[in-house]
Nanobody
Framework: QVQLQESGPGLVKPSQTLSLTCTVS??????????WNWIRQPPGKGLEWIGY???????YYSPSHKSRTSISRDTSNNQFSLQLSSVTPEDTAVYYC????????????WGQGTQVTVSS
């Protein structure tokens, strides 16, 4: 059973960088054909895909967020991380990490989500 757990600050000030980490257990982030995604849900809105890092370490970002987003990984700790720079209150959301297999958007496991609020 694969488990994902998000961690990071729940409150970030405007213009700062939001940093979250997803710790994976029960499976390796280097397993072939696995894609490790970050997704968010702003209050009152639907899910919004941010980007992923794949089993080889390649990254792909949503055009909407590409200029401010960086996803990286730490294979020794089986973690992957999100950095979103220059945040505004519009970046307030519940942030999820999720695994997809075979295709980058075929999600099968999700973290429970973590609330991030951008406010001064």
């Amino acid at each position: 059973q694969v488990q994902l757990q998000e961690s990071g600050p729940g409150l970030v000030k405007p213009s700062q960088t939001l940093s979250l980490t997803c710790t994976v257990s029960g499976g390796s982030i280097t397993t072939n054909y696995c894609y490790w995604n970050w997704i968010r849900q702003p209050p009152g809105k639907g899910l919004e895909w941010i980007g992923y890092i794949d089993y080889s370490g390649n990254t792909y970002y949503s055009p909407s967020h590409k200029s401010r987003t960086s996803i990286s990984r730490d294979t020794s700790n089986n973690q992957f991380s999100l950095q979103l720079s220059s945040v505004t209150p519009e970046d307030t959301a519940v942030y999820y990490c999720a695994r997809a297999v075979a295709g980058p958007y075929d999600y099968d496991y999700w973290g429970q989500g973590t609330q991030v609020t951008v406010s001064s």
